[in-house]
C-alpha cells in the first residue's frame, strides 16, 4: 500500500485570494483525512504565498493523521518544525523565489549541511525525507546524511508520460531500487495526477507514499463542476 498524503497548498492560495476564510483551511483538512487520505502536506515557503507559519500551528492541533512538513530548512522553518514536531519533515532545496519547487537536493555538495539538519529533525523523534532528483548517485549522497526516506522530485516523469511512459519511468526505477537497496523509505512527488498516477506505483517498487496537491486539487474543482452549476441552476429556478 502505498499512502497518499494530500497537498493543500493550493486550498490556501484560494483563500489568499480575497483575504477572508473561504475555504476554511483547516475545515478542509479535516474533511480530506475524513474521506480517507492518509497524511497532509503542506509547504509554508518565505513569503507566505498559500500556507502561512499561522496555518501550520492550527494543523497541529486538529491533525489526526500524518503532517508533512515541506520546506528549505531556513532557520525560520527549522524553528517552526521543531516547534510543531510533525511526523515527518520532507527537506527541499527551493528559493525564495522560486514558483515552485524545480529540483531536488545536491546531495554530494551540501552533505554536511544536511548531515547536520537531519540529526537536528531526527533527535525530536521527527521522520525525515530528502527531496532528490532520479539520480542514484543522488540518492546515494542522501543515504549518507543519515536520512530516513528520500522523496523522488517527478515532475519529469509527469512531463514524459504522456509521449513515452517507460522512457519516464525508468530514472525513477532505478533511484528507487538504489534507495531501497541502501535501506531508505521512498516517496514521491510534483505533478502526480490522476492520469500518471497508477503507472508510477505500478513501476516503483517499495513506495511508500506520494504527496499530491496542485493536480489534485484542479481535479477536484474539475470534477465537482458540473454537480455545482447544476445545484445553482435549481436554485435559480
Ligand atoms: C516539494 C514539492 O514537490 C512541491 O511540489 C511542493 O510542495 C509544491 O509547492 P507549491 O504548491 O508551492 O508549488
Ligand atoms: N511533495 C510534492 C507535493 O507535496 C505536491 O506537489 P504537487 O502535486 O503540488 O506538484
Known sequence: ???????????????????????????????????????????????????????????????????????????????????????????????????TSNAGWDTKKHKVYLQEMIQTFKEKGIRTSIFVDPDSAMVEGAAETGTDRVELYTEEYAKVYPQDPEKAIKAYADAARTAHSLGLGINAGHDLSLENIAYFKKGISHLQEVSIGHALICEAIYLGLENVVNMYLHRLK
Open 1 to 99: 500500500m502505498t499512502k497518499l498524503s494530500v497537498n493543500i497548498n493550493k486550498i490556501a492560495t484560494l483563500r489568499n485570494a480575497r483575504g477572508g476564510n473561504m475555504p476554511d483551511l483547516i475545515s478542509v483538512a479535516k474533511d480530506i483525512e475524513e474521506f480517507g487520505a492518509d497524511g497532509i502536506t503542506v509547504h509554508p515557503r518565505p513569503d507566505e504565498r498559500h500556507i502561512r507559519y499561522a496555518d501550520v500551528y492550527a494543523l497541529k492541533e486538529v491533525l489526526k493523521t500524518e503532517f508533512n512538513i515541506e520546506g528549505n530548512p531556513n532557520p525560520r522553518f527549522t524553528e517552526m518544525v521543531l516547534e510543531v514536531r510533525p511526523e515527518q519533515v520532507t527537506l527541499v532545496p527551493d528559493a525564495v523565489d522560486a514558483i
